[in-house]
């Protein structure tokens, strides 16, 4: 038995898809179909109940992703003091991160780990924040890369950087002409925002709410980027971080202007399971992050956001 098709048997467990796992483990759909019939020949019953769409594994099925998982962690255990008696960074490394982190921002991350540790099998997958949370937990990924973080319970969070939020608005819209305003001055302005139950959502209607403005809210959405082309076509106004939005003020098809009177900003921090020793090649990509931080200062590596606030700033706490 290879230790690459248990690999590849726990990825079609996890993500409810041969497809998927596939193309995680960077082998074509076919290979992985064939390299899961022969699994459940060898071992004479079935696995995974295809019938059914999400995929489904068997009682038996169920039974074998547990041992294979504990199998695997094991492997990557040893592999993990082996590696430490050469000092080298190699194994997998499986990371989460909510969609508005971005694939252009999170791209230059993930290339510049590839360059200095080639021997890590690093995987990233787009997420929404609570299935960020939900596969920490599960330790279906290593780091889980979130916005306004939580810290408690079965998660520990290390920051990482503060974004600063700006007014984003069509380039016809009388705001784009002005380079800061006023917090009162969008009040009663057409406002495409956020779906209800996101953090990031109640984070700016608290906001708001301290800042007695009311927005005619006319779209809501569950991720960045659908905000940004409804506020590109002229639907309404957003607020934004800063980060998110940098190529389309490139390309003038928004402008950011900033709200002169409030000092918001978005936290970012990467979240792990508690009590769970991070990997080698865990602790070298955050260190990366870290040292691409923005607005955090070099050796407050430790500190995680609880979401309050003084003053406009976020809180921070020290690190468990």
């Not at 302005?189 to 301290?210: A, H, P």
């Not at 980027?225 to 934004?240: C, H, Q, S």
């Not at 070099?298 to 995680?304: A, G, Q, R, S, V």
Request: proline share 3%; aromatic share 6%.
């Amino acid at each position: 038995m290879q230790l690459r098709n248990l690999e590849l048997f726990c990825e079609v467990a996890s993500r409810h898809s041969i497809s998927k796992a596939a193309e995680a483990c960077e082998v074509s759909q076919s290979s992985a179909s064939q390299a899961m019939n022969q699994l459940e020949k060898r071992l004479g019953t079935q696995l995974i109940d295809r019938s059914k769409r999400p995929l489904e594994l068997t009682s038996a099925g169920q039974v074998y992703f547990e041992g294979c998982r504990s199998i695997l962690r094991s492997i990557r255990k040893l592999e993990e003091r082996v590696q430490g008696v050469d000092n080298k960074v190699t194994g997998a490394l499986r990371i989460g991160a909510i969609y508005s982190v971005g694939l252009l921002q999170m791209g230059t991350y993930i290339r510049e780990y590839r360059e200095r540790y080639p021997e890590v099998k690093l995987t990233l997958d787009y997420l929404h924040p609570d299935d960020v949370y939900s596969r920490v937990i599960q330790k279906q990924i290593d780091l889980g890369i979130v916005s306004f973080p939580r810290d408690g319970g079965e998660v520990s969070c290390v920051h990482w950087q503060n974004q600063k939020m700006m007014l984003a608005v069509h380039p016809d819209h009388p705001f784009a002409k002005k380079k800061t305003i006023s917090i009162n001055e969008i009040s009663g302005e057409n406002y495409v925002t956020f779906d209800s139950e996101l953090r990031i959502r109640r984070r700016i209607d608290r906001w708001l709410r301290e800042s007695k403005i009311n927005m005619n809210i006319v779209h809501e959405f569950d991720n960045i980027e659908n905000i940004k082309r409804a506020v590109e076509i002229g639907t309404g106004i957003t607020i934004l971080p800063l980060a998110t939005i940098q190529r389309e003020v490139n390309f003038h098809s928004l402008v950011a202007v900033e709200l002169n009177d409030v000092e918001w900003e978005r936290p970012l921090g990467v979240v792990h399971k508690r009590h769970k020793k991070l990997t080698r090649a865990a602790e070298h990509f955050v260190t990366l992050l870290q040292e691409h931080q923005q607005g955090v200062a070099p050796n407050n590596t430790t500190n995680l956001t609880n979401g309050n606030r003084t003053n406009g700033k976020e809180k921070a706490l020290t690190s468990n």
